[in-house]
T-cell receptor, first 116, second 110 residues
Framework: DGGITQSPKYLFRKEGQNVTLSCEQN?????MYWYRQDPGQGLRLIYY???????QKGDIAEGYSVSREKKESFPLTVTSAQKNPTAFYLC???????????????FGDGTRLSIL | RKEVEQDPGPFNVPEGATVAFNCTYS??????FFWYRQDCRKEPKLLMS???SGNEDGRFTAQLNRASQYISLLIRDSKLSDSATYLC???????????FGQGTRLTINP
């Protein structure tokens, strides 16, 4: 079955440490996205990528970095510069080229990041 | 003003009741609209797209009012399993980004 796989499911970060969250999809989607969700809040866009080797900042990119070397993979690094990293991180993908764009996104099951 | 606003609730209704909630959006260039459902500590899942003419999927009806810039979700004959947070999502014309509302929490009571 096609889908989006995020790992790990739970992650703990020590102060001053960078951590990387994995997101892999086998849906052959061109676009991939990273969101952060805080308790009782909606999703906020961190970074997105519409094509391999290209990505754009979202609304809250500070303290995060991404890469898109392969179509299937869009890892997110939470750097030590992100002072409040505790949140639920969701990766998503879609195929904007279909039917003129505006396609809904499919989500992975998320990674919960906490500070030790 | 937020781009997409929802009443966060919580809405507590008895099983079998009909419940409706709205979502307003600020950008008139918004093109595509969706309702997602998110269970506690889980990822959002697409519930339904919202079409200009309104659309129905079983007990769920979605409507769009472009003049007043809101979309609505109606749930009839509510089930205990409908308890979740419902997220309103908007895409602006020509944009790739989805803009999420903060979600409306719904609890169906037996």
């Amino acid at each position: 079955d096609g889908g989006i796989t995020q790992s790990p499911k739970y992650l703990f970060r020590k102060e001053g440490q960078n951590v990387t969250l994995s997101c892999e999809q086998n849906l052959n989607h061109d676009a991939m996205y990273w969101y952060r969700q805080d308790p009782g809040q909606g999703l906020r866009l961190i970074y997105y990528s519409q094509i391999v080797n290209d990505f754009q900042k979202g609304d809250i990119a500070e303290g995060y970095s991404v890469s898109r070397e392969k179509k299937e993979s869009f890892p997110l690094t939470v750097t030590s510069a992100q002072k409040n990293p505790t949140a639920f991180y969701l990766c998503a993908s879609n195929d904007p080229s279909r039917r003129g764009g505006g396609q809904p996104q499919h989500f992975g099951d998320g990674t919960r990041l906490s500070i030790l | 003003r937020k781009e997409v606003e929802q009443d966060p609730g919580p809405f507590n209704v008895p099983e079998g009741a009909t419940v409706a909630f709205n979502c307003t959006y600020s950008n008139s260039a918004s093109q595509s609209f969706f309702w997602y459902r998110q269970d506690c500590r889980k990822e959002p899942k697409l519930l339904m797209s919202v079409y200009s003419s309104g659309n129905e999927d079983g007990r769920f009806t979605a409507q769009l009012n472009r003049a007043s810039q809101y979309i609505s979700l109606l749930i009839r004959d509510s089930k205990l399993s409908d308890s979740a947070t419902y997220l309103c999502v908007v895409i602006m014309q020509g944009a790739q980004k989805l803009v999420f509302g903060q979600g409306t929490r719904l609890t169906i009571n037996p």
